[in-house]
């Protein structure tokens, strides 16, 4: 009987160490997986925003979808205009030369390390795509170019996803968008930064 009661002891005792250790393990890999995600998630951003830069230098305003960005940035070339000093005349500040260098865009993505083929995906979504949005608005009695680009956190976190684990961040909210950009403003800022 004694040993019985012993062996009964000891399994809950060893129940109630799973519990624990359970316990401990779920949000460090919470806050683990949360920051791979988000990291991810964040330099695709900051990929799509250089993207729409490059974008905007060639056109003069902002792609509405991916497919237009992708078909821009794979077909023009970036242009740099340079003034340079006179040759015949090396002493005239007035005079100087105009030279207009031009380049191919998709050499600057691929130097950047950027693939275009696969740009609107978010990581770890299973096939999901970034919402990109892109219009002219009225800023301080000025047009201007504005655009938004981002992802639901519920899109990228997967399991990790609930609202549940806001139990261990009181400020996380599965439905928050990570984005860069804003549709009121003339600003590409990230909400992350």
């Known amino acids: 009987m004694k040993i019985v009661l012993n062996l009964v002891l000891v399994a809950i005792a060893a129940f109630l ?4 250790v359970d316990s401990i393990k779920e949000p460090i890999e919470f806050n683990q997986q949360r920051k791979v995600r988000e990291t991810a ?3 695709k951003l900051k990929d799509i925003r250089t993207c729409q830069e490059l974008y905007r230098s060639i056109t003069g305003e902002f792609a509405h979808d ?7 940035l794979t077909s023009e070339r970036l242009f740099e ?5 006179d040759p015949e005349f090396p002493d005239d500040p007035d005079k ?17 390390g950027i693939n275009l083929n696969d740009l609107s995906d978010i990581p770890f979504s299973e096939g999901e795509s970034f919402t990109m949005q ?11 170019h504005v655009m938004e680009c981002g992802a639901s956190r519920k899109l990228y976190m997967g399991e990790w ?4 684990f ?13 984005k860069f950009g804003d549709m009121t403003a003339p600003s590409l800022s990230g909400n992350w930064e």
């Open 66 to 72: 991916f497919d237009t960005l992708k078909q821009v």
């Open 166 to 178: 806001s139990k261990y961040d009181d400020t996380y909210d599965a439905n928050k968008v990570i």
């Open 41 to 43: 998630v964040v330099d």
């Open 134 to 144: 892109a219009d002219t608005v009225t800023y301080q009695q000025t047009l201007v």
């Open 17 to 20: 160490i799973y519990l624990l």
């Open 96 to 112: 100087f030369i105009i030279d207009t260098l031009f380049y191919n865009t998709m050499d600057s993505i691929n130097s950047m």
């Open 161 to 164: 996803g609930d609202p549940k």
């Open 81 to 85: 205009v340079k003034l340079n000093k």
